[in-house]
């Protein structure tokens, strides 16, 4: 149960080209999210939702404000599940899982045990180029699972992947997380995705900052068909036309 | 590689054994040594000073067994074999592992880049023969100046391979070891040192060839022993066969060290790479239905 705690953030990127503008990745966030809540960072490309993740994560710096990622007062451990697997590819399955956190023992029974929570316990000692790109991705979630996180990063996981091997990854996705119930920041730019996975919604504006913030009240696990599901998709993707309204039928 | 040579069914049926052995791997290996020999054994009738084949095999034969050469010269081969691989191989160690660490400075620290990075190119074009001299003009004729001989020749051939292995390890490998809080040194173990490997081995390869020539040319100038030393002596004494003889030495040397130890050690490293090329003729093999 992290806290995440993001205040007046900006981030901005020296210029591409000399004498160019600096990019402005983003503008100003704020931003609290807590508890055991999957929230799901929606917005166009280039919005500044995977420097987000990386700022959180250490990876980049932000450039003015703070973010804090806490779990009761220490600072929180972090799974994160890119958008391609990154997989050592030198290493088998099971080492690349430990390569992250190696505990001895109780390290590879984790390890064993979200890898066959994805569904992958035949593949311990095959190395990462024997397996299908779905099948790494799968890898990469049960990574980021056995470190067991107080805060799960996501970042657009199943963008690389065809419809069905998303949708199924999908369903492994929320039974994982009804089982554990981290806190998940999830990035997309799949609305669809979002209303089924998450509890919470924050959709950012191009420039960085936040256009709306929606909680969804339905119960976990969700299907995709599920009417109800599907219904406040509509709603939600109504919603995002006022960000980008659609040319009129001619 | 090592990866074992796989019948794939050829397009026109394959004529008799004979061409077949020829195009494999060891019957080519065999081809041309063959047709090496026999052109050196032609080269000896239109210049008969050139000893033959028979001669230097002959010479060599004395040369190991220690026997006589005619007169009161016996043969020395391995006093002279071993003191040569002792300086070799403590050059080499100390121009790989500065070449190693350089080299792992330039490529991940811009200002060292900037303070090094053209001094190991200059180092890179000084010729073996340059280092040589040098060394025998600051220690006089003393084991420090062959084993500094191969120490610089192979230095700057390792630190620039390195340095540009690690410049091109994948930086989104790197941000998921830190997003996972993955220390230094199990970064650098695991990270760093097999994303490298490839480029370590091409720098060990020149080091090792280019350090190999160096120790010849600096034995020759200052050695009291060792294959440079030995070579010259034959050469000085105007006997060709010897010179000739300790010259096939000194290839095949360096010849087996690369197919036999360097090969293996890469394939150990590569393992995974291997693997999914066993397993993509394996497919392979399975499509055209074998
Ligand atoms: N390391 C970097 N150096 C310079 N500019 C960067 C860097 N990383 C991101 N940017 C810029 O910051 C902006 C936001 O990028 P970011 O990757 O966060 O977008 P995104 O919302 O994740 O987009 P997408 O949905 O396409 O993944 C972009 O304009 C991008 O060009
Ligand atoms: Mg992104």
Redesign the interface.
Known sequence: MAQVVIKRLTKTFPPPTKGGDPVVAIGDISLEVEGNVFASIVGPSGCGKSTLL?IL???ETPTSGTVSVTESGRPA????V?Q?A?L????TVMDNML???DDGEAGETRATRYLDMVGLSHTHDM?P??LSGGMQQRVGIARAFS?EPDLL?MDEPFSHLDAITARSLRDHLQELWSATRKTVLFVTHDVVEAVQLSDRIIVLAPGGRIFDDITIDLPHPRRATDPKVATLQAEILGRFEEMHPAPAPA | MTAAPVALPEAPAPQGGLRRWLASPVGAQITAAVVFIGAWQLLTVIAPRVPGPAVVANFLFVEITGGPHGGIVRGQFFEHFAVTLQRFSLGLFFGFISGLLVGILIGSSSLARALLSDTVLVLLTMPAFVWAFLTTMWFGITWQAPVLTVAFSAFPFVAINVAQGVRAIAP??R????????GKW?QFR??TV??V?GYIFAGLRFAIIIGWNGILLSEWFSGQAGVGFRTRYWFDANRYRGFVGWVIVFIVFIVLVDRVILNRLQARA?R??D??EV?FIEIEEEQVGL
């Open positions: 990386n994560s250490g990876v451990h972090l799974g994160y890119f391609d990154r050592l590819p030198w290493r390569y992250v956190r190395f180029g024997q470190v990063l | 989104e490998l941000n998921m070891s830190t997003a996972f809080e993955v199990k695991h990270l097999p994303a490997a590569f995974w790479r693997q999914k397993d």
